[in-house]
């Protein structure tokens, strides 16, 4: 007890708070196959040095693909070094380890002169173009849908298996889990990230957090540390958190979808100023959501990276496994949605549920602000919504892409991701996707193995 605190003849107990010294700060950026990679700097050296200069690193930082860390492409090779500098802006200390710090790194050939393949800076650019064209803000807000696994022998063998076998918004599921999940929540409000609900998901050892949404690079960040709590806390309790899309092929997948809005002068001008309009969305609103539904199956490559992304896009599975929209309808790949409170007839955001937990955020809303931009160009509209499960119907609706090599084939017909998204930063993206099509079709159950990637 510290005495020190004495006043009026009273004795009062001080808490004396011992501050943690930071002894080293890590640098995160997302590569192009989605993966999460470091490196680590003592803060002294930090501080003296890195703060301005960064650290150099090897261009085939973005030539690297899910299985490999051999350079994939021509482009990219061990000959070149680029700077990775730190975004001060989004040092936090981090929650299961106090005496470090990490914050998100930016790419440069040299300060002052961004990198062609920086995933942030190609959202960035995007993001300009659209606030330059039209005065519009892209938010964003992610759903992140996870496994749970424990370790366990199986067949004589120690293996991860799903932490538990409850269902959808289980009361079971989530007391079990409660001191893995209150770990989370108390770790992603020190990082300032809002949390607006979490749950058991319907699959085995599921669960689901769902994020606030922010301006869509914030939003992008906020995942990737999200990611990185949800696993390291789950370390701590002895357990496996992974976000590949489909782990169990006879359950249910995990995705992370997104909800996208449009603001203008902090307001929000996806929605309709009044219950007339003909979808509950402004003419705005209507016009980039048009252009994100025309583009979708070009889009996926970005969203939905790893051939086993589309064993999780199946029709009834609320993964929007046909090539339409609809109002609150999950069967659907683009979902429009209401804000409590606004009323049904209004629409605030809608959800892009093909999105998934393999994706680098930075590329997915950067590829989603292209498409939505060239709605906006030109005027596109939307077709009728459907307010039914798309496979009752027939035949009357496309699928879409259900393998990545041919998601592939619609992005090489489609050149509208080529100028805002940077000629040489999409070759490398299809040259990655393409070999892990390659690798993943000559070793099909290699994909158990990424529970540790991602």
Known sequence: M????????GVHEVKVVVSKEVKLVRIIWVDASGQHRCRVIPSTRFNDVVKKNGIGLSVVCMARSSHTDVPIGKNLTGAGEIRLLPDLSTKRTVPWMEQEEMVMGDMYIKPGEA??????EALRRVFTVLKNEFDLEMKAGFEIEFLLLKKAVKDGKEDWVPFDSSLYCSTSSYDAAAPFLHDVVDSLNSLNITVEQLHAEAGKGQFEFALGYTTCLTAADDLVYTRE????VARKHGLLATFIPKYAMDDVGSGCHVHISLWQNGKNVLMATDKSSKH????IGEEFMAGVLYHIPSILPFIAPLPNSYDRIQPNTFSGAYHCWGKDNREVPIRTASSPGIGVTLVSNFEVKSFDGCANPYLGLAAILCAGLDGLRYHLQLPQPIDTNPSYMGLKFQRLPQSLSEALEHLEKNNTFTDLIGERLLAAIKEIRKAEVKYYSKHQDAYKQLIQHY
């Open 2 to 9: 510290d005495l020190s605190n004495c006043e009026n003849g």
């Open 115 to 120: 990198w062609e393949y920086c995933p942030r």
């Open 229 to 232: 709590v949800i696993k390291a």
């Open 280 to 283: 509950g969305m402004s003419t």
